[in-house]
């Protein structure tokens, strides 16, 4: 990592900025040598500070198209507020097709991105902070992307591709996985919550994420105690503010620790504001990949981050889809739930669409997992199997191999709670907190294995 050893606040104007702060440090730092930017550059109307470019497309003798291969940079003087920059910004975006743009008086730096003509702040910090960031901007702006169309043969679109790096710095296999259905009922937050216990058992560090307005999965892990709502503050951190803007210290402020399974789980919890903020968050356009993009932040402290999606084939159902890498499918296998699946199937087909435009691969099926099925044994001996054999030839998609049968405990253990004199308190458990000897835990255990197995995580 290049450090940097000076506070570029301390710039005196803005050639300083320029100089000791850009040139010296953030693009030696984002990888970029001398021959692929251009400084004080006109183009048309536009007079760029900075314009970032891969040696293969040089503006100068390219057309147009390639400039979805740069990048500007605005310096300010570091007395000026950037706020009154933002439309300078945004017109030399807009005017010239070029995707991103860096605003920086040395004091702030911030990340912009030119969505349908708008100028979305994408990613925030200090200045002296930018070398604890600095993997985060290139991957925000593509730059490996950039530089390897440099050295490469052209190709007509870049393709993004992240690794993911597990705790100890090695790679590791790909772990977000979605829980999704789009009929209701089916199970899907009660696989989450307990497969999340059963991961984390198995000394796995475990995130779920609650996209779901109900907000059942936040509920369910203890984190809704209604006795103590002054002290909540769900309102105002939960989902919604990840999918906003970009910044480390937003997601790190969503993220809550909840005790209902030992060892602990970390929640990224919901609220029902979900609801009316959709309409919003539809017309800003990438509420997807600002939330992808804010993952990338802490994804690699854990080891599975778990997705629970609402009955719905809306913007959170689509995010969750295009963020993960699995996808389970919970039913049970009655026709309702069998009726859905064209929808769930072509709804995949729909978000695969949207990966293939950044560059992600299609999201990898696991298959559909049976649940809240009969346990009787004349169900389970004669309907079952052929159930399963008509789902799968009919629907071409797999079926896994646990099985999670209908059992009272697991709604119990999700109703529990505690009476005081005045008050019943919520206080849900995990299965495996609340009866570890039962059949659902047993069975939850079954699919962790299974899906250690399927997912690469190990033992
Ligand atoms: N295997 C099971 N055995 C018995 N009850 C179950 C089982 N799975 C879920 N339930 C119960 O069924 C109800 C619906 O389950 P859950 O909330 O997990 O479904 P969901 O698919 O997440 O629903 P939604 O689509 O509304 O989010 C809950 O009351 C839950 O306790
Ligand atoms: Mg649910």
Same mark, same amino acid.
């Not at 690699?300 to 689509?318: E, H, K």
């Given at each position: 990592?290049?450090?940097? !050893?000076?506070?570029?606040?301390?710039?005196?104007?803005?050639?300083?900025?320029?100089?000791?702060?850009?040139?010296?440090?953030?693009?030696?730092?984002?990888?970029?040598?001398?021959?692929?930017?251009?400084?004080?550059?006109?183009?048309?109307?536009?007079?760029?500070?900075?314009?970032?470019?891969?040696?293969?497309?040089? *503006?100068? %003798?390219?057309?147009r198209k390639c400039f979805?291969?740069?990048?500007?940079?605005?310096?300010?003087?570091?007395?000026?507020?950037?706020?009154?920059?933002?439309?300078?910004?945004?017109?030399?975006?807009?005017?010239?097709?070029?995707?991103?743009?860096?605003?920086?008086?040395?004091?702030?730096?911030?990340?912009?991105?030119?969505?349908?003509? /708008?100028?979305?702040?994408?990613?925030?910090?200090?200045?002296?902070?930018?070398?604890?960031?600095?993997?985060?901007?290139?991957?925000?702006?593509?730059?490996?992307?950039?530089? +390897?169309?440099?050295?490469? *043969?052209?190709?007509?679109?870049? /393709?993004?591709?992240?690794?993911?790096?597990?705790? /100890?710095?090695?790679?590791? %296999?790909? +772990?977000?996985?979605?829980?999704?259905?789009?009929?209701?009922?089916?199970? +899907?937050?009660?696989?989450?919550?307990?497969?999340?216990?059963?991961?984390?058992?198995?000394?796995?560090?475990?995130?779920?994420?609650?996209?779901?307005?109900?907000?059942?999965?936040?509920?369910?892990?203890?984190?809704? +105690?209604?006795?103590?709502?002054?002290?909540? !503050?769900?309102?105002?951190?939960?989902?919604?503010?990840? %999918?906003?803007?970009?910044?480390?210290?937003?997601?790190?402020?969503?993220?809550?620790?909840?005790?209902?399974?030992? *060892?602990? @789980?970390?929640?990224?919890?919901?609220?029902?504001?979900?609801?009316?903020?959709?309409? =919003?968050?539809?017309?800003?356009?990438?509420?997807?990949?600002?939330?992808?993009?804010?993952?990338?932040?802490?994804?690699?402290?854990?080891?599975?981050?778990?997705?629970?999606?609402?009955?719905?084939?809306?913007?959170?159902?689509?995010?969750?889809?295009?963020?993960?890498?699995?996808?389970?499918?919970?039913?049970?296998?009655?026709?309702?739930?069998?009726?859905?699946?064209?929808?769930?199937?072509?709804?995949?087909?729909?978000?695969?669409?949207?990966?293939?435009?950044?560059?992600?691969?299609?999201?990898?099926?696991?298959?559909?997992?049976?649940?809240?099925?009969?346990?009787?044994?004349?169900?389970?001996?004669?309907?079952?199997?052929?159930?399963?054999?008509?789902?799968?030839? =009919?629907?071409?998609?797999?079926? %896994?191999?646990?099985? &999670?049968?209908?059992?009272?405990?697991?709604?119990?253990?999700?109703?529990?709670?505690?009476?005081?004199?005045? !008050?019943? &308190?919520?206080?849900?458990?995990? @299965?495996?907190?609340?009866k570890p000897n039962s059949?659902?835990?047993?069975?939850?255990?079954?699919?962790?294995?299974?899906?250690?197995?399927?997912?690469?995580?190990?033992?």
């Amino acid at each position: 990592m290049v450090s940097l !050893d000076f506070d570029p606040g301390l710039c005196r104007n803005e050639s300083e900025v320029e100089g000791k702060f850009i040139i010296s440090y953030l693009l030696p730092a984002l990888g970029f040598s001398p021959h692929t930017w251009y400084q004080q550059v006109a183009l048309g109307k536009s007079r760029l500070d900075f314009f970032i470019f891969t040696a293969k497309y040089n *503006p100068f %003798m390219s057309d147009r198209k390639c400039f979805q291969f740069s990048f500007v940079i605005e310096a300010k003087h570091p007395k000026e507020n950037l706020n009154r920059h933002i439309s300078q910004l945004k017109n030399y975006l807009t005017v010239l097709n070029v995707r991103y743009g860096i605003l920086t008086n040395g004091k702030e730096l911030r990340i912009y991105e030119n969505t349908e003509g /708008k100028a979305i702040n994408i990613f925030e910090c200090k200045c002296p902070e930018t070398p604890k960031h600095i993997s985060q901007i290139k991957s925000l702006i593509n730059i490996s992307e950039l530089i +390897k169309v440099s050295r490469k *043969p052209a190709r007509a679109v870049p /393709k993004l591709r992240h690794k993911n790096f597990s705790r /100890k710095g090695r790679i590791s %296999m790909n +772990k977000k996985i979605a829980v999704y259905h789009n009929k209701g009922g089916v199970g +899907k937050t009660t696989v989450v919550t307990n497969l999340a216990a059963a991961l984390s058992r198995k000394g796995k560090k475990i995130l779920v994420i609650d996209l779901d307005s109900q907000a059942n999965t936040t509920f369910a892990t203890g984190l809704i +105690k209604f006795s103590e709502e002054k002290g909540d !503050d769900i309102k105002d951190n939960n989902i919604l503010k990840i %999918m906003r803007r970009v910044s480390s210290a937003h997601i790190q402020e969503v993220i809550k620790k909840s005790q209902f399974n030992t *060892p602990e @789980v970390d929640i990224i919890p919901s609220h029902i504001q979900l609801l009316e903020k959709e309409y =919003e968050l539809v017309m800003e356009r990438n509420a997807e990949l600002l939330f992808s993009d804010n993952l990338k932040f802490i994804e690699d402290q854990y080891d599975v981050i778990l997705i629970d999606t609402p009955p719905s084939l809306n913007l959170y159902a689509r995010t969750a889809l295009v963020v993960a890498d699995y996808l389970i499918i919970p039913s049970d296998l009655k026709p309702f739930a069998n009726q859905g699946l064209p929808n769930v199937k072509k709804f995949i087909e729909s978000t695969n669409e949207t990966r293939r435009h950044i560059g992600k691969e299609p999201v990898n099926v696991l298959g559909i997992l049976p649940s809240k099925v009969p346990n009787y044994s004349k169900f389970v001996i004669h309907t079952l199997p052929g159930r399963m054999e008509r789902v799968k030839a =009919e629907y071409g998609i797999d079926i %896994m191999d646990t099985c &999670i049968f209908q059992r009272e405990i697991l709604a119990q253990c999700t109703d529990n709670h505690e009476r005081t004199d005045t !008050d019943i &308190i919520p206080n849900p458990k995990s @299965v495996f907190d609340f009866k570890p000897n039962s059949p659902s835990a047993k069975e939850f255990e079954s699919l962790a294995d299974e899906i250690m197995k399927k997912c690469g995580l190990g033992e």
